[in-house]
């Protein structure tokens, strides 16, 4: 049998869930912004033929003002 949770713990868990969310959001927009500042070139072997392939990826960044 499980023990009941209290609403007091459930509050607790979901804040904290929150501000995990919250940091997590941050690191994201963080690494998404850097890579838009600059070219970004990806290097990935053909499964069929074993040619390596290029990708480069480009971003435009605008300053919101």
Known sequence: ??????????SKRLKMLDERLDNLDSV??????????KPLAMEVVCPKCGQPI????TG??????
Do not use: A, D, H
């Open 1 to 10: 049998m499980e023990p009941e949770v209290s609403v007091e713990q459930l």
């Open 54 to 57: 290029q990708i480069g990826i």
């Open 60 to 65: 435009n960044v605008r300053m919101r003002g």
């Open 28 to 37: 994201i927009t963080s690494l998404v912004e850097r890579v838009m500042e």
